[in-house]
């Protein structure tokens, strides 16, 4: 998100912070490993572009949260902005451990 683009009407939420905990949610094991969370928090038609670039929707979410990792929370450089009435494009840096080594990612969500 550039300054150009808030010039042209793209403003932060009135409810940031609960936008902040819920993309933040995604990244938490205690809410990634709960099955109630997806169905409480995701909407129907969530699909998410993972850093390998393989896509995943809400009814194969679990099987991604299954791998052991631990991310750096809170979610490093995160910004959203509201486009427009309901739809918010967040943008963050990603920083997750694996048994395996460290992932770093620009990721974004609308």
């Not at 042209?8 to 109630?36: H, Q």
């Not at 427009?84 to 967040?90: D, I, K, Y």
């Amino acid at each position: 998100m550039t300054d150009r683009d808030v010039e042209r009407g793209a403003t932060a939420p009135a409810d940031f912070d609960k936008i902040r905990r819920l993309e933040e949610g995604m990244w938490d094991p205690v809410t990634r490993c709960d099955e109630r969370w997806p169905d409480q928090h995701l909407h129907a038609d969530f699909t998410e572009v993972g850093r390998s670039g393989r896509r995943h929707v809400r009814a194969g979410y679990f099987p991604v949260r299954t791998a052991r990792f631990e991310a750096r929370l809170p979610l490093p450089g995160f910004d959203a902005r509201e486009l427009r009435p309901g739809c918010v494009l967040t943008v963050y840096d990603s920083q997750v451990t694996y048994p395996d080594g460290v992932e770093h990612a620009r990721r974004s969500s609308m």
